[in-house]
């Protein structure tokens, strides 16, 4: 690959990838902001003022895990990306815009890179879950919503609020798109004396150094 786009949400993301791939100049690494539009505005601006036609695009940074999907410290690699909160409330509960007829809220992944990432993060001892990754503007803060969730989209691993921002705006230019999350914590209630966010920075360094090693099979 000649050239590949990172976006993360802050600096400190930005900040551990770059260590990861020390300094590797195929990667342009930009902080994207947090949020699904900020992440999408911010990614298509970077697409279409670029002087580089990008092979690649990254949504990396650090998230929630769901319970017994995967733990504080783990590293996710997303199989698919999901808008996990757009659609509507119905009496029946919620209902995606796939559901209601208005688009989609999954947008794929680039799965043999995805696989070969996962791959080369096991072969290192490092655990790592491949599995979908929800997005949403607002994270989970109670245990009943982390259930509704886990209910709603069977296998889900990991939530965060920016991957499918990033990934609608490649999609939209045609290129591939990946997404990692480095688990910093528990999806459901808000305790955040029990958040590792150092681990999970470091575990996103970890993952991002062997992204080098996926790209060159």
């Not at 209902?95 to 989609?104: E, I, P, Q």
């Amino acid at each position: 690959m000649k050239r590949i786009l990172v976006m993360t949400a802050v600096e400190a993301e930005k900040e551990a990838f770059l260590r990861g791939v020390r300094g590797d100049s195929r990667f342009d690494v930009h902080e994207a902001g947090v949020g699904p539009v900020s992440a999408a505005v911010s990614t298509a601006m970077v697409l279409s003022s670029s002087a580089f036609e990008y092979d690649l695009v990254v949504s990396a940074g650090i998230g929630g895990g769901f319970v017994g999907q995967a733990d504080i410290g783990s590293i996710v690699i997303a199989s698919e990306s999901i808008a996990a909160d757009l659609g509507a409330e119905t009496p029946e509960g919620f209902t995606g815009v796939d559901k209601l007829g208005f688009g989609t809220n999954r947008l794929p992944v680039e799965e043999k890179l995805s696989s070969r990432w996962v791959e080369a993060l096991k072969a290192d001892g490092q655990a790592v879950r491949y599995g979908p990754v929800l997005t949403l503007s607002t994270v989970t803060g109670t245990a009943e919503t982390a259930a509704l969730l886990a209910e709603r989209i069977p296998g889900a691993a990991a939530e965060a609020m920016e991957g499918y921002g990033v990934a609608e705006a490649a999609s939209r230019r045609g290129v591939p798109f990946v997404e990692i999350r480095a688990i910093s914590n528990a999806v459901g209630p808000r305790d955040r004396a029990a958040w590792r966010i150092g681990d999970a920075l470091a575990a996103l360094e970890t993952a991002s150094y062997h992204l080098l090693e996926a790209i060159s099979s």
